[in-house]
């Protein structure tokens, strides 16, 4: 019997560095709500007058690989420790222009009633393009990582697995209450106000290039733009 891959099996691990890092030792695993990364190829065709509607496949060929998608979680402190320098290009806690490329490992299935299916693709040089914190009355906080990316591959170099991650205090997922919003209100200085949601973009506007290269050879953040909507 073939068994459909289980979404409630896969797994999720990122480690900084660039090319193929070893995610076998070091990775950071994540409890993810969904993600979205793949790699697209376009496909570029003559589309010639030829004497007929007949398209052959010699005269198509491979364009340039996309990568990227997205990553949602409910992000806790131990999360925000290694996602913000990833989004901020500093330091927890500040805003700078040091991005450092990372590797994004998923699994998309995993060992079930003792047949083992791993399908793992790898995300070579990934930088956070945008980052959305989202929550609302009597919610989790919700973060969604647009990434992008210059390669996907399929390796067998795969992380610890499930059963190795490990949760503390500081694991404990942000919810809206923990919110607190502070606004300029008539001239006078910052005052706490109520808020029925927030959802707070950061935008690194990054740049992909192509040269001659089927895969990316750049991915430059391009300028900061930063929105909050509550």
């Known amino acids: ?39 697209s190829i376009a496909i570029l065709d003559t589309n010639g007058i030829r004497g007929n509607r007949s398209a052959p496949s010699e005269r198509a060929v491979e364009g340039v690989e996309a990568v990227g998608g997205s990553i949602i979680l409910n992000p806790s402190v131990n999360d925000l420790a290694n996602w913000l320098p990833r989004i901020t290009g500093a330091a927890t806690g500040a805003l700078g222009d040091t991005f450092s490329p990372f590797g994004v490992q998923v699994v998309r299935d995993s060992v079930l009633a003792g047949m083992t299916t791993r399908v793992v693709a790898e995300y070579q040089d990934c930088l956070v393009n945008r980052a959305i914190f989202r929550s609302g009355a009597g919610n989790l906080l919700e973060l969604e990582l647009e990434l992008i990316g210059k390669k996907e591959t399929r390796n067998n170099d795969i992380a610890a697995g499930a059963s190795g991650m490990t949760v503390t205090a500081n694991d404990v997922p942000f919810t809206h209450h923990d919110a607190v919003i502070l606004l300029p209100l008539d001239n006078v200085a910052d005052q706490t106000v109520t808020m029925f949601d927030v959802e707070i973009a950061i935008d690194n506007a990054l740049e992909t290039r192509f040269v001659n290269k089927q895969q990316a050879t750049s991915i430059c953040p391009s300028d900061r733009i930063i929105t909050v909507n509550a």
């Open 1 to 39: 019997m073939v068994l459909a891959p289980q979404g409630a099996l896969a797994e999720l691990y990122v480690k900084t560095g660039t090319g193929d890092p070893d995610f076998s030792t070091g990775a950071e695993q994540y409890e993810f709500l969904s993600e979205s990364l793949s790699s």
